[in-house]
């Protein structure tokens, strides 16, 4: 079985620091980007967020194989301060945001409340439900699309990670935040919120 929990051995020798001038760069690049492609359209505020949360979040966990607690709280904060945004000014429904982080977090809360080794952990949990809100901005479907890539990513990652360290904890942030990004990418550039529907 895949574990994504570190235990203390396998993050003592690994330094817990929040993101460097590279992670930050790269998160502006993601933030620019997606900002552009989503330019004309309600979502637009919610983009940049998306692109410096996941690669910051990606790379935290890389290198100390958790997501901090101020990484995900103030996601939560922003997507919650622009859904109330999108749903009072740009007078778009609230339940496409909330089913979206629903259908991120959903599977992966019950993933960690029923394993015995708490896989996924709580940060990975958290990391998915705040970048499904800005996927249901998009389109419930964009959120069902990047959980799928998501665990598929995280699933090769993993085999790959634990033969490469031989630890069995891996970091599944990488993995939701890559599935998040190239998703938020896909549905942008296709100008689609309905042709990948379910």
């Not at 859904?83 to 982080?101: D, F, K, M, Y």
Request: glycine share 12%; net charge positive.
């Amino acid at each position: 079985m895949l574990h994504t929990v570190p235990n203390q051995t396998a993050v003592g020798d690994l330094e817990p620091r929040g993101p460097g001038a590279r992670t930050i760069g790269a998160g502006l690049v993601i933030a620019a980007l997606l900002a552009v492609v989503y330019v004309g359209r309600a979502e637009v505020l919610m983009m940049p967020a998306l692109g410096m949360i996941a690669v910051t979040a990606a790379a935290v966990d890389a290198r100390t194989l958790r997501i901090p607690n101020w990484l995900t709280g103030t996601g939560a904060v922003v997507f919650a301060v622009l859904s109330v945004h999108l749903v009072v000014v740009e007078n778009t429904a609230w339940q496409p945001i909330a089913a979206g982080a629903a259908i991120m977090g959903g599977p992966l809360l019950a993933a960690h409340l029923v394993s015995k080794s708490r896989t996924p952990g709580l940060g990975d949990v958290k990391l998915a439900t705040v970048l499904g809100a800005p996927l249901g901005a998009i389109s419930p479907a964009a959120a069902y699309w990047a959980l799928l890539m998501a665990l598929t990513i995280g699933a090769g990652f993993g085999l790959i990670y634990q033969r490469a360290t031989k630890r069995r904890a891996f970091p599944l942030g990488p993995a939701i935040s890559l599935a998040s990004v190239l998703t938020a990418f896909a549905f942008g550039l296709t100008d689609s919120n309905g042709v990948w529907t379910l």
